[in-house]
């Protein structure tokens, strides 16, 4: 039965590795793992693809924590390595209703949108010298009647950014990083291919332009709960589902904070923690 996982650590074996596929660890306030993967050539094999992907685990990312300001810091230098030079757009991935899915939106709407500054306060020389950043939510199919790849295209050419984060929520298969961990990757994403029905993919070579994805995995595929506890075969037409924190609620609203304050952080380095505290 395939792993069902958006995360490229669960996905690697550190004890065979390829020889395109290369894994070094650092970190203070997390513990951070760096997987790059010089080509397509481990595709079939670890279902992942040439790019760069981080990994930030935590003890717990739903409470507050005296190391908080550290966490949005270095989660903040881990992105800013990713983002080019230029405009930026930010788009929230996921179901704003469904809460699980509703990091994506829920961070988006926490993003400072500067884009609009430079034409209206053009004699504030401290807001016209912010970077230019676009921010929105997509929706899902279910609820626009459109691939969220074909409307973040649509937007994309009509501002042009020189890259995209795409915030989103994530499937894992090891429980213990449920609500844990945050993945920040430049290959690209496919919405929702974590729960087995991805849609199209959101990715440089779609764009034209760098995308870079950003999540933290709030499910975890039920059968995949059970073989780790049990190492009991499941059959193939046993019905299945994904599973999600009791505490979803407050993990989806302090996550989408704590990514949010990464991404302000990364895309206006001239801003302080205390600046960026005061847009929430």
Do not use: W
């Not at 899902?140 to 969220?148: A, D, F, K, P, S």
């Amino acid at each position: 039965m395939s792993l069902r996982t958006d995360l490229a650590l669960e996905c690697v074996d550190p004890h065979g590795l390829p020889e395109s596929v290369h894994i070094t660890e650092r970190g203070e306030h997390f513990r951070i793992t760096e997987i790059v993967i010089d080509d397509d050539s481990c595709v079939d094999t670890i279902g992942k693809g040439k790019g760069r992907y981080i990994t930030l685990e935590s003890d717990d990312l739903s409470g507050y924590t005296d190391d908080y300001e550290g966490m949005a810091q270095e989660l903040a230098a881990e992105l800013r390595s990713f983002i080019p030079e230029g405009d930026v757009l930010v788009v929230g991935l996921g179901n704003s209703d469904i809460t699980p899915d509703a990091i994506g939106p829920q961070t988006a709407a926490k993003v400072l949108a500067t884009r609009h500054i430079r034409d209206e306060l053009k004699d504030d020389l401290t807001l016209c010298s912010l970077r230019a950043v676009a921010s929105f939510s997509v929706g899902v199919l279910g609820q626009t009647g459109i691939e969220t790849a074909e409307i973040v295209r649509a937007v994309s050419e009509g501002i042009k950014p020189s890259c995209i984060i795409a915030a989103d929520a994530l499937a894992c298969s090891d429980i213990s990083r449920l609500g844990r961990t945050i993945q920040i990757s430049d290959a690209g994403i496919s919405p929702r291919s974590g729960v087995a029905n991805a849609r199209k993919e959101l990715s440089e070579k779609v764009m034209g332009v760098p995308v870079i994805a950003v999540g933290v995995p709030t499910v975890v595929d039920m059968h995949t709960i059970v073989r780790s506890f049990t190492d009991a075969e499941i059959m193939g037409d046993t019905e299945n589902m994904m599973v999600t924190p009791k505490d979803i609620d407050r993990l989806t609203e302090r996550v989408s904070q704590l990514l949010a304050f990464g991404i302000n952080l990364a895309l206006q380095p001239s801003m302080s923690f205390e600046d960026v505290r005061g847009l929430f």
